[in-house]
């Protein structure tokens, strides 16, 4: 047992309190008037000692601030937690019913949001695995077993393998898995209206090498693209107050401008030349392509790499999705030995002051009343 705040047990000096009431309160001696006693001899006095009347009311007044004391100094109690019971994780898809067979359904669950159980209906939401599969593992007590049912191939990858604090029994259950069919959304640009016509020819060019349809009608004065969309300034001087804010809170922004130092080259031709720049602005992304934005007289915007290159730049590739259940399971992750959990008895705590209290109260009316008698 530890304190978790020991200088609660300096009230243990309220000990002087009951004692100093017992000492003053003890019993007085009546004088006795009788016959006259000089012809006694006398006798040694007898010397005075301390003593308590009435000690076990004394004693249950010593405990019962010797409860409070402790209750204050927040006793609790360390060592290792029962062992909670194995738990079984079904992914959804899966006949939950015959990997169950006859096995107990209390620790059978679905690796699914909540992790509900075996016996509720099939979850439809969906989630990637991996990640719930460490989310229970952040979940349950040091040392429960876990076992996971997975399909193979397994979806919902996220571009790493599982590191779990306990060792984990992976089966893996052949099934059919469609991944999702997510359509990307292709960039599309939104040019300002001061754009040259040699500009705007090229920035068609290269929508229809990307396949998208052709651009919106540009943006009328200083107005800023919509959210999703990229901005286009196709001029080589400073952006507009309005595009540098709307850049720094998340948009993006292609620029024919000079590119800053601290730009990261993400292009360059047949011969090493840098021909794309990116940087990073606040919550944006600014991409700059200097020079005259005219391919008559611009070989930079004539590189067949160009297109897929800004593509790239401005919407990178997605991670795969699927992956080899087998090669897949969970790794021991090397974590530092947890502190045993603490368990503060403070119901206990308080249900014995309460019960001691009782006890003095009734033990003092007694005392009261034989007093009186």
Do not use: C
């Not at 029994?169 to 016509?197: E, K």
């Amino acid at each position: 047992m530890s304190l978790l705040f020991p200088l609660g047990l300096a009230a243990l000096t309220a000990w002087l309190l009951p004692l100093l009431i017992h000492l003053a309160r003890r019993h007085p001696y009546t004088p006795l008037d009788f016959a006259a006693l000089r012809w006694l001899r006398a006798q040694v006095r007898p010397r005075q000692r301390i003593r308590f009347d009435d000690w076990p009311l004394l004693l249950v007044r010593l405990l019962l601030l010797a409860a409070l004391a402790l209750l204050l100094a927040r006793p609790a109690l360390t060592g290792p937690a029962p062992v909670p019971a194995a738990w079984t994780v079904v992914a959804p898809g899966l006949d939950a019913t015959a990997l169950r067979g006859s096995a107990d359904l209390r620790d059978w669950h679905w690796l699914a949001p909540g992790f509900p159980s075996i016996e509720q209906p099939t979850p439809v939401d969906a989630a990637s695995l991996p990640s719930l599969l460490r989310e229970l593992d952040a979940q349950l007590p040091a040392g429960t077993a876990l076992t996971v049912h997975i399909p193979d191939p397994l979806p919902g990858l996220d571009g790493a393998r599982l590191q779990l604090s306990r060792k984990v029994q992976w089966h893996t259950q052949p099934m059919s898995v469609t991944p999702p069919q997510i359509a990307a959304a292709l960039p599309r640009l939104r040019v300002h209206s001061q754009a040259p016509a040699t500009a705007e020819h090229w920035l068609n060019a290269l929508q229809t090498a990307w396949g998208v349809q052709a651009m919106p009608s540009p943006l009328a004065g200083n107005a800023v693209p919509e959210r999703g969309e990229i901005g286009v300034w196709s001029r080589n001087d400073a952006l507009p107050v309005a595009w540098q804010t709307w850049l720094r809170d998340g948009g993006r922004v292609m620029t024919a401008g000079k590119p800053a130092a601290s730009a990261r080259v993400v292009l360059r031709d047949a011969e090493g030349v840098p021909l794309l720049w990116q940087q990073r602005i606040g919550h944006g992304y600014l991409l700059a392509l200097p020079g005259d934005w005219n391919t008559a007289s611009n070989a930079a915007l004539r590189d067949p790499q160009l297109p897929r290159a800004l593509l790239l730049a401005l919407q990178p590739p997605t991670a795969p999705r699927l992956g080899d259940a087998r090669d897949q399971a969970p790794q021991r992750a090397v974590l530092p030995a947890a502190t045993p959990p603490l368990r503060e008895p403070t119901p206990w705590l308080l249900l014995a002051i309460v019960l001691l209290f009782a006890l003095e109260r009734w033990m003092a009316s007694s005392a009261q009343r034989r007093v009186a008698a």
